[in-house]
């Protein structure tokens, strides 16, 4: 445990001393790490998770790229708090995530290799093109556990945690919470709503349920892959090596791949093996990278 830690420590050592000063002043910008862009309400949030495309909720500094809980501290050194209960910072990040996940205008979810996630409308194909599984998939890719969760969820369409649990069979508490996860890193099932009184529960629902139009467009991976690069290219204004594959859960062969993508159509540049940079930087890179938002928007399926 204390050697995992060690290397997770140095390994943001280096990533933060790759990274140029002007860089991390632009993305103080677009991530929202100073207090003028500060977070305080569930539509500055939504705001949040549209502009960046895709962000992590509880992260601190200590994780790269795009996080709620950074934005709400509007501060580039923002550290999460072992007293996390009393932390009013930590306690404005969890209740903005519940009235997100409540609205359903943004998806949440906990993604590949336990990413909990914000991701904006537009990046919803991108990202279920490289982890989710077509319907006639599941009974070979899904778990006994996940498929019996699954078939009380499309009869029931919305129910409780618990009884979701009772209605499925599976009631280990352990084996519940790994096919749970299954189905969620699946982008088959998201939380609906966060529920305390009288008893603390998640309700859950079918994702395709309040994102339709944009979990049923096909899209290739290899096309994900490089519209994702982008999207994460245009906010970050650089990349260093590993860290768009330690951010989305990618490989970072694959990650390479959709970086070298932006190099072949001019919006990028490859600086070192690894390390890539928008194009145009400087006065112009809102310009630049709006432009690749623009371009990641409208990309062809």
């Given at each position: 445990?204390?050697r995992?830690?060690?290397?997770?420590?140095?390994?943001?050592a280096?990533?933060?001393?790759?990274?140029?000063?002007?860089?991390?002043?632009?993305?103080?910008?677009?991530?929202r790490?100073?207090?003028?862009?500060q977070?305080?309400t569930?539509?500055?949030?939504?705001?949040?998770?549209?502009?960046?495309?895709f962000?992590?909720?509880?992260?601190?500094?200590?994780?790269?790229?795009p996080?709620?809980?950074?934005?709400v501290?509007?501060r580039r050194d923002?550290?999460m708090?072992?007293?996390?209960?009393?932390?009013?910072?930590?306690?404005l990040?969890w209740t903005l995530?519940?009235?997100?996940?409540?609205r359903?205008?943004?998806?949440?979810?906990?993604?590949?290799?336990?990413?909990?996630?914000?991701?904006?409308?537009?990046?919803?194909?991108y990202?279920h093109?490289?982890?989710?599984?077509?319907r006639?998939?599941?009974?070979?890719?899904?778990?006994?556990?996940?498929?019996?969760?699954?078939?009380?969820?499309?009869?029931e369409w919305?129910?409780?945690?618990?009884?979701?649990?009772?209605?499925?069979g599976?009631?280990?508490p352990?084996?519940?919470?790994?096919?749970?996860?299954?189905?969620?890193?699946?982008?088959i099932?998201i939380?609906s709503?966060?529920?305390?009184?009288?008893?603390?529960?998640?309700?859950?629902?079918?994702?395709v349920?309040?994102?339709?139009?944009?979990?049923?467009?096909?899209?290739?991976?290899?096309?994900?892959?490089?519209?994702?690069?982008?999207?994460?290219?245009?906010?970050?204004g650089m990349?260093v090596?590993g860290?768009?594959?330690?951010?989305?859960?990618?490989?970072r062969p694959?990650?390479?791949?959709?970086?070298r993508?932006?190099?072949?159509?001019?919006?990028?540049?490859?600086?070192?093996?690894?390390?890539?940079r928008?194009?145009?930087?400087?006065?112009s890179a809102?310009?630049?990278?709006?432009?690749a938002?623009?371009?990641?928007?409208?990309?062809?399926?």
């Amino acid at each position: 445990m204390l050697r995992s830690r060690v290397v997770r420590k140095d390994w943001n050592a280096r990533s933060t001393a790759q990274v140029p000063a002007e860089i991390e002043e632009y993305r103080d910008e677009r991530w929202r790490r100073e207090a003028i862009g500060q977070i305080e309400t569930v539509f500055a949030a939504e705001q949040f998770v549209e502009h960046v495309g895709f962000a992590a909720c509880m992260t601190d500094c200590r994780k790269p790229g795009p996080s709620l809980y950074v934005a709400v501290c509007g501060r580039r050194d923002a550290i999460m708090p072992r007293n996390v209960q009393k932390d009013p910072e930590a306690s404005l990040a969890w209740t903005l995530k519940d009235e997100i996940v409540a609205r359903g205008h943004v998806y949440y979810g906990k993604l590949a290799r336990g990413r909990t996630m914000f991701i904006a409308p537009r990046m919803i194909p991108y990202f279920h093109a490289v982890w989710g599984m077509r319907r006639a998939e599941e009974p070979r890719r899904l778990s006994k556990r996940a498929q019996a969760l699954l078939r009380v969820l499309r009869r029931e369409w919305e129910i409780g945690t618990a009884d979701l649990r009772a209605d499925s069979g599976v009631k280990n508490p352990t084996a519940f919470a790994c096919a749970l996860d299954e189905l969620q890193a699946a982008m088959i099932v998201i939380p609906s709503q966060v529920i305390y009184q009288p008893k603390f529960t998640y309700l859950w629902t079918l994702a395709v349920g309040r994102f339709p139009d944009a979990l049923r467009r096909r899209v290739k991976r290899e096309d994900a892959v490089r519209e994702i690069a982008r999207c994460f290219l245009a906010g970050a204004g650089m990349t260093v090596p590993g860290e768009l594959a330690k951010v989305i859960g990618l490989s970072r062969p694959e990650a390479g791949r959709g970086n070298r993508a932006l190099v072949a159509e001019g919006c990028a540049t490859m600086i070192s093996p690894g390390t890539y940079r928008l194009r145009t930087f400087g006065k112009s890179a809102g310009m630049i990278a709006a432009s690749a938002l623009q371009s990641g928007s409208s990309a062809p399926a």
